[in-house]
């Protein structure tokens, strides 16, 4: 599975912004998937997925073979690049990332 991930850019503090993930297989027939970020010096972080919530609203559109991740009143610390994530059929797969960047 090929995950391309966009969506993110320079956002003041604040501000919102919508990451897309588009995957080369039907999303419908994907166990899980779910967004990470990591920071320099950091391990990746879980932000939010299938059956997982947090902060940020995770969804799906199956009949785009896309995820979203809705990034909402953004603090300088969420900062970071956000990786698109799927399990499917026991293997883990990753997209390259896209990089969120919040001004204070």
Known sequence: VQLQASGGG??????SLRLSC???KSTFDINYMAW?????GTGRELVAGDAVRGRFTFSRDNAKNTVYLHLTDLKAEDSA????YARDQGADYWGKGTLVTVSS
């Open 22 to 24: 588009v995957a080369s």
């Open 36 to 40: 990470y970020r990591q920071t320099p």
């Open 10 to 15: 320079l956002v003041r503090a604040g501000g």
């Open 81 to 84: 690049v956000y990786f698109c």
